[in-house]
Each structure stands twice: as C-alpha cells, then as structure tokens.
C-alpha cells in the first residue's frame, strides 16, 4: 500500500471511481462497518434511512476505530443531523460534514455514498463539506 | 459459689449480667425484674411507635438460662442484711453478693391533676401503651421537659399521630448539653419538624374538661396550651427507696452512695446505674451505667483494679435526625476560660470551642447540626495538649465532596489540570452543561473519569445559582435513568424502536443508546448482539470484550471467586502464546489476555469456551469479580468458607446489567484479605456468620463501604443482595456506582436498611423474583455469540475483506508484545488531517 495523498476531489459521480462494498443489509439500522476502498478504511454507517461514509480513522487516538463508534442524532440551528460517537474516547463527528463536533477545527475526511439495487458504493474522500 | 442477686433488669442492671459471666461463665446469678419484660433498650424507646416495630430487646429468657442466670418477676420489697436475703413478694432468695440496680423514676412536678387521666411519664414499655390507648382518642400531646428524653417523647408523640408540643422551663432546649446558641438553632430544626416548642415557660396548672380528662396547661404568664395528653420528661430521680429502707447510706438530695468500686454502705451490696450516688453525683446517661457495671462486675469477682472515678459527661447524638454534640466543660465554667463560636445560618450549624484561659488548649464545646468533628475535637478536649494552630481554624469545615481532603480548590480532571473553581467559574460564565464545561475547561477530555465529578459540580453550581437543573438522560430523552426504568418496566418495551417512539426524540445518541439497551438488559436478559439490539450497545458490550488505545481488544474469561484449575491455566497460556497476547494478573483475581484484534476474537473465545471458561462480563457494565481469600478451607485464621460463597455469588449475579460495573469481596476473616470493604458489596465472616457490607469503592472517590447487615447466614446474604443490587440496577443514574447511589440516597444506610431489610417499600419479593429471572435466563454471551453463525461477521474488521488493520503495530518489552508508540511506528499508510 502507499502512503495517501491528497487529490482534488472529485466529482462524486465520476464512474470510475466509484468502488461497491456490501449490501445495505450488511449494516444493522444505526450500525456501521468497515470498508476497504482502494487501501483506504472507510467506515460506513446507516442512520435514519440513510448511508453516510467517513474515514475509520479517530484522529484524537490515532487508531481505525470509527465504524465501532455508536451513531445518533443532533440538533444544531434547528435541524437535525447525524453523528458518529468514537468508541475510545468518544469525540462525536458529523456524519455528512465529518466536523469534530467537541474540538473546533479538525474533522475527518467523508466520502460519497451511492446506493443502488441495495449495494452501497463508496466514491471519492473529500475533506471538505458534503454539501 | 457464690450466688450474686442482681435488682433491676434494665439496661445496667443486664449489661451487669454480661460482664459477669465474661469472667466467669460458672457463675450462679438470679435476676429480679420488676417489669414482665427482660431488658429491653430504652435509649430506643421512641422506635416503639416505628412500623413494623423493632424488637427492643437486649437478651432473651433462652440466653439468660444459657448464662446461668436465673430470672425472676417481682419486685424486691425487703433485703434482711444480716441473713442476706432478699423478699419478693412471693419468695426470699439467699445472696452472697446483692446488686441494687433499680434505675430512676421520672420526675413529676408538684401540679394539681398531675394523676388525671391524659397524664403520662415516659420510662417504660407499658408507659408507652398506656400512651399509645390514649393517643387514639386524641389529637394534641405536650411532653414537660426539652431534654434528651423529652425530645424523643415529642418524637413519639408526632408518631401517634398526635400535634406535638414540647414545653420546656429552661431558657433553651436540652439546656444540661448546649449552650443558649446551640439551644436556638436546634430549636429551629425541632420546629421544621413541625412540633412546637415553648422554652421558658413554667407550667402553672393541668386544666381539665368537664369529664376530668386533660384539656390543657396554663403556664406562670397566664398563657394556656391546649393539650389532651401530657407526658412528664422532666428529669429523673434515684430510686432508692429500698436502699433507704435496707438502712443504706443516701445522698441528701436521694441516690445510693457508692465508693470507686461501686460498693454501698454494706461491703456486701453494691449500686449501679441511675440509682447510684458516685462523688455527690447521679450519672443519667447509660454510658457511665455501664462502666459502674464493669467497675462492679471485677470488684465481685475479686478484681479490685477497676475503679469508676466518674464519667465524662460528653455526648453525641441524633436527635430526631438532628446532630447535637456536647463535650468537657461546655458551658465555660472553668474560670477565665473563653469561647469562639461559628454561627452558620446558611449550613445551619452551629460548632462553639470553649478553651483555657491562655487560648492554646480546647476544654470543651457545643456542636449542632453537624457532629463530624466531634471525634476529633472531643478528644482535643481530653487530651489537653496545646494546639499546633489556630483555634478558629478548627472550626472552619472541609470543603464538601472535595476531592483532596484539605484543599478549597481541589484538582477535578488531573488529565488536564482543570480544578474545582475553573469548573465553577465557567459555569457562572455561561457553561450550562457537560458539553458546553468540557469545551470552554477542557475538564473530562482526557480519560473522562472525572465526567461523574464535573457533573455533580455542574448540577451543584447550577443549584447554587437558582438554575433548574437537567436531569435529563441526553437531549433525546426528557427523563432520568430512574423514570426511564420505570416506563419500560410498566409499559414492558421490549425494543428500541418501540422506547424511542413513545418517549423519545430523534436517533438517540452515544448516550441513550446504550442507557436504553442496558435496560433492557436488565429486565429481559436476551442476548445483548441480537440485530436489533447490536447498534445500541455501548463500545465494549458491542464486541463483547474491553476495547484498547489501538483498537484492539482484551480478553478476560470469569474465573469465579479467583479459583482456577492448572488444566485453566494451562489453556489460558496456550490461548495467550497461540494468538500472541499480553498477559497481566488483574486486581480482581483473575487473568487479562490483551492485544487481540477484532477477527481474532471468535476463535480465541472457541478455544476458551471449549476449555470450559465463559464470558467475564468485564466489558460490561455488570457485576465484574467477587474476590475472595482461601478463607476456612486453607488459612489458619479463616472463620468461614469465603472462597465457596465467593464462586457462588459471582455465579449468581455473573451477566447482571447494571447501571454501572460492580465489585464485590468475600474475607473468611476479619483480616479482611478480600479487601471487600472497597467493593461495592463485600462480606466479612464473623464466628456466626457473614457481615454484609455496601458501597464501597476504590477508584476516583475511594469509599469504605457501610455495614448493611450483621451475622447473616448464607442464605441471607443471597437474598439481600438479591434485593439490594436490582434496587441499585432500577433505581441508580446512569454510570452511577453504589457509592454515590448510596451517598446519594435520601436518609442513606437507613433508608437502604429498612428498604432491603425491613421491607418498607414492600418491593422485596418483587426484587428477588426480578433476580430469580435473571438467574434463570442467563447464558454465557459468547457461547452464544459463537452459536449466531451470521452474526460473527462483525467481527471481521472489514466488510468487504479478509484482510486485517495494517496499523496495529507492536514492540516487545520484557517479552511480551505492547502497543508501539508513535514514536516507534514505522510509516504506514493512513490519512492526514489536511
């Protein structure tokens, strides 16, 4: 394997980056796994109807421990929005943004997420904002 | 042999029976009782109106005849000093050695209609169903007299029912004890509690209706209260009138005279008690009652070493919950002697130190509404030595819950340095809760053990500043642990999604979740990786092993009560070399295999289950160990089978879901090797049975834990600590441990007694039944992890690979594989935060 480097991201839909990992039934409603996508561990949650996909990386204990981390909602300005909790010492990150949400400035990188004829695809990581 | 007659069976006269018998068992003694009751302990006397009413009895007739000694109804009317006998009505019985322990009748003032009916003393058992035949048919009692006893009465009275009143002629309550200060605060309490207190107020006259019962008292200022029962505490005198008429030596004022060993006027009588005049004074306490009984007990059997030279006169007591202490010279008599005193009417104590003329020695003080320094300043008091600092200082109070005893600003998260006043501070300035504390102190980001601390000062400072405090579980939930409970117990949820949809908002979170899933646990005991109930559990239970910093796991088997087998052992070792594990001995008596990667675990818990071991819930929040010692079977000094009732706990309550872990130890001695006095539930064997101790902790707030129960068969014990811990499990907050549940706890080791001993919640067999369900449904975790072949996918560390975490990487020290540290990784891939 090969050490990361960033790329620009891409746009999500560009096919051929697109890399399908499990079946939507794979992950237990509110759970979340691990995926290896093009070396890289991605963890893949399923919360509130919905896929997210985040690194599996816990930047605070520098371990691949996210997909262990237990999932749930918050409220900010209103909306609700999903979170992942780490399992070791339970920093909380955005599942769309990947934003720590206990220690401004730093977050995880996200990728998208595809689900079609219920397999979940897994596309580029970019670090900033789902959005 | 000598035949020693002993008049009385109070508390003296039958502490007098057991010091006897101490030195010599062969003794033969009779016992005259005036009342039909043998000794009962009359410092209780109020808790005979308690429901369901104690037993006040200090012996029985069966343990009498077992001594020796022989017990007699009757009232000793005539001693003959020549032939030494004494008459009873009914019988004259020969002594070598005659006791007079004939106590104190209470004192009645000289009013008119002091016999008319409603017109009671407090003394005696049949004093007090006298009172309770009368008190149905009444609604107001008043007792005469604001002393110990008098107070207690007014307790007795409010227990009948009865709109109590205490009236009192000295300026202040308990004025024998506490000074006008200490008196006026006490009497603030008394008057909380809803009975009303007149001081200074010299009764007149009993007023009677036109049936000639009592309707009143009319005092010296003209004032009348209206009263239809009236109980005299006024005070005691001896009784010594069959001393008087044995021709003995009495003080002027009444009592018996006795010398240093408790010996009358005749060498062959001696006096104990209330009835006794030691050096002109008459001891009304039954403290000093039971050194003249010691004293006595060595002077009859020969010892003439013991002498009584009179009794501290210091007390400490609860009187109706409210602390009261006296000690030395209390009230300044001493001459040029001076008083500091703090006065706090917020904490509402009040603590007075009276010291020598010179100001360097404590003599003496008054403390109410909070006693915890009477041990230490009690004995400041006796021991005289010139103080080694200020003496104000000895009155300022330690800072409540403070972690280090001492300091005002205590450190609360050591990880980062954060202490106590930073916490408040930012609470103050606007830090409303845990997450909003932890982002501006950075207090409980380390390990998060100090969370439970933060959040107890965060609810305090809130309290503190008039703000409603949340006890909400999280913002998903608007309840406690406790109410939360409660709805699934009632509503019988069996589900999350069920839970969430009537009573919660959103997803949940890290918080609820696991909260949630931990209750369900507890009532219904299914297998905690069924699909639905996977996503819910917390980090450890999740995996069924306790996660590491790289993401590994340890693995820790139950080895019940510590006993393990060499064959264990032998597999317990291969397991560890096969998959490459570090080994450590833990503090609860059995052995961690660390390291395991995630994939590794169902294979390593194949090879342990087919070696016989079961899970060791030590990744749940469940009972961890019982540690026991080798107890009765191996020790010399051992009194029980502690390892036997060690493995049988642990078996019981192995898999238990609880609000959070629990410990326990089982010490076959008082040597207490077990160390079950820092668990939350430990046993300490006696010579009859267990003593049951609860609370305890080690940790971030290491705690003794309290006595519940004492000598308790098997048995027992099982059964209380059926109903204590799913007491705790429904009833405790979240991550709550039995020490803080318990310091927590309104009315506290009280409160927990009556509840799991006497029953007065009637929940016990709700309880036990509760725990038979448990016992009876549970399984071993990873047997039956292993039997859910599907579900053993989630211990593949990728979905979509047989591959395995790259990034763990190891070092070897002292011969066995550790986490490598940052600085000792060799580059790998991962990502970077930019």
Redesign the interface.
Known sequence: ????T?TAPAAPHAESRWTP??AVN??????G????VG???VA?FR??GRVFAL?N?D?F?????LS????????SAGQ?R??V?S????H?FDLETGLCL?EPG????TYAVRVEDGRIWIGEAW?GSAD | MQHIVIVGNGMVGHRLTEDLHARNSELSITVLSEEPHVAYDRVQLSHYFDDPRPDLSLTTHAAYSDRGVTWVHGQALSVDREARTVSTADRTISYDVLVLATGSFPFVPPLANSKAPGVFVYRTLDDLDAMMAHASTVKTGTVIGGGLLGLEAAAALQKLGLKASVVEFAPRLMPAQIDDAGGALLKRFIEEMDISVLTGASTQEILLNDQGAMRGLRFADGTELESEMLVFSAGIRPRDDLARRMGLEVGERGGIVIDDQCRTSDPAVYAVGECALHAGRIYGLVAPGYSMARVAAASILGDASATFAGADMSTKLKLLGVEVGSFGDAFARTPGAREIAIQDNVANTYKKLVLSADGTRVIGGVLVGDTSQYGELSSLARDGEALSVPAASLLVPMVAGAASAGSSNPTVCSCEGVRQEAICEAVVGGAHDI?AL??CTRAG????GCLPNVRELLNTQLALMGQKVDRSLC??YPYTRQELFDLIRVRGYRE?EEVLEAHGT?????V???AVASILASQHNEYILK?KL???Q??ND??LAN?Q???TYSVMPRVPGGEITPAKLVALGEVAEKYGLYCKITGGQRIDLLGARLDQLPPIWSELIAAGFESGHAYGKSLRTVKSCVGSTWCRYGVQDSTTLAVNLELRYRGLRSPHKFKAGVSGCTRECAEAQSKDFGLIATEKGWNLFVGGNGGVTPRHAQLLAQDLDEERVTRYLDRFLMYYVRTADRLQRTSTWLDKMDGGIEHLREVIIHDSLGLADELEAAMRYHVATYACEWQEALNDTPGL?RFR?????D?T???IQWVTEREQPRPAF?HEMT????????
């Open positions: 394997m090969t050490q990361f960033p990992v499990c794979d992950v237990l409603p509110g759970g796994v691990c995926a290896l070396g890289q561990q893949v919360v509130a690194s990386f930047p204990t520098r371990a691949n421990v262990r981390g237990l999932t749930g909602s918050y409220t609700e999903y979170k909790a399992p070791l010492l339970k909380t206990n730093v977050s995880v990188p670090t | 997450t932890k982002a980001t380390g390990c998060g913002e998903h999350w959103g997803q949940g979170c890290e609820c979740k696991p699909d996977a996503p819910l917390d980090t999740a995996y996660i910093k790289n993401g996918s560390h990728f979905v979509n690979s591959e975490d790259e990034a940052e580059p790998l891939p991962m990502f970077a935060n930019d």
